[in-house]
């Protein structure tokens, strides 16, 4: 399976991640665009231990997700970037990683569409659509 580097914003965490293609899934809802500051977030998901940190160390937070589990961000305790998180209501060997975080992150293709019904009004679809999450 390819690997992909990334690190956060200030460079003072790295990792290593290790992806079956290179499609992201962009995700419309409410918390991804505050966290982001942008109409959406491109993520993939992969089993947790895929994901490798080389360099420096992450904090966390907590929050409900929509489904009223929680939800734990795993972020640069320096510059706030989140290259990770994880929703309980996917079991506890599954993270979504932030794809526009690698490396080779601009060489990503929207694979799926999450929380379109809260995409914004002048966004086009790109990919197949899901009103919230496509069902397990």
Not at 94 to 121: C, W
Request: proline letters at 7%; one cysteine or more; glycine letters at 6%.
């Amino acid at each position: 399976m390819p690997e992909f580097t990334g690190h956060c914003h200030c460079k003072q965490t790295e990792w290593v991640v290790e992806l079956p293609n290179k499609e992201a899934i962009l995700c419309h809802c409410d918390t991804c665009k505050v966290l982001s500051g942008s109409a959406y977030t491109l993520n993939a998901i992969v089993p947790r231990e895929n994901f490798k940190l080389t360099k420096g160390n992450l904090k966390a937070y907590t929050y409900a997700g929509d489904s009223g589990k929680s939800v734990n961000c795993y972020y640069c305790p320096n510059c706030t970037s989140h290259p990770y998180h994880h929703q309980e209501t996917m079991g506890p060997d599954t993270i979504v990683v932030r794809t526009s975080l690698l490396d080779q992150g601009n060489q990503f293709t929207p694979g799926a569409e999450i929380y379109g019904k809260v995409r914004m009004p002048w966004e086009k679809e790109v990919a197949k659509t899901f009103e919230t999450l496509p069902p397990q």
